[in-house]
């Protein structure tokens, strides 16, 4: 039996503002339009769009339908006051997108924004809160400050309900704009890197003789290399303050964008780097930051140029505030006291 509207008798219909969402059983779909996508899993194989939202159902599909366990469809009329799921994550990201990020296409609610680049994210921390006290709608990110790469996610927007009030999005819009007016960029961007030329000092009588293999050069020449940039020129120089005070001004004459001294970073009596790189005129914005590993670097600018005084966890480690700060400094930032006190907050990687 059919009912004057033109749907089966039985159906259950559900008013969600001025929309109303329909339940209808699959049989009786027949020629109706899909209100949400429809995902299929089969474990170990295949996860995925079944149908997409507007789909026309036709009566070959009521077994592929039953096979991912569907008995009920819904149906949607929506109001002019409100907005399918897809259509609200698609204008929030929209609203937040800006350089060198992109997004693709909604997917049963979300919308994914990807870096184009390799660069550093910045995520308008207050901006993301404020759109997650709306209810109804979500976003996720990554930490302002981490280092992404091309078609890597920055952001993902997510719809919670099938519908969402249009008033939402508008005040997402709202936000998202008033961030840009404020900033002069959007909410989630992505900043380049700048391609510079450090020059490597590599400090200790036991590497400078010989008598040890140097094992700095090869792990500080990998990441700049991974983030575009590169060693121009390496050299060795014994614990000696005035020699290897000689050698940072080289360095200086050269005029390499960026100085890294490697080793002799400690509280030793043979350890001779920090004084000399105090005494070659530095700035020193902090000697020791509050991140482990990495505690010991030396961080200032030498005439404008930054300077590095790097501990031995360099190395070894896969990611100290050496990994933290060198993107900073690629993408142009002047570090500060300030930088190096926050790296206090969830600086702890290791014991």
Known sequence: MTSTSGLPSEDRSTVISSSVLREVKVEDAVGTVLAHDLTQIVPGEFKGRLFRKGHVVAIE???KLKDIGKEHLYVIELADSDLHEDDAALRMAVALCGDHASFGEPHEGK?????????????AREVVDDINRLGEIALASVLHHR??????GLAATR???LIVPDRKIKEVERLAAAYRSGNGVAPISVRPLRSMRAGLLTTGTEVFSG???????PAVKAKLESLGSEIAEQRFAPDNRQTIVNEIHYFLKQGYDMILVTGGMSVDPD???????????????SYGTPMLPGSMLLFGY?????IFGLPGCVMHDPYTSFDVLLPRVLAGDTIVKEDIIGLGYGGLYRC
């Open 111 to 123: 919308v994914s924004i990807k870096s184009d680049i390799i660069g550093l994210a910045c995520i």
């Open 211 to 217: 008598r040890i293999t140097d094992k700095f050069g």
């Open 159 to 161: 719809a919670i309900p």
């Open 302 to 306: 030498l005439r404008g140029v930054p």
């Open 147 to 152: 280092v992404v790469r091309p078609g890597e």
């Open 271 to 285: 350890d001779r780097t920090p004084g000399a790189i105090a005494q070659a005129g530095t700035d020193i914005v």
């Open 61 to 63: 599909d009521i077994p």
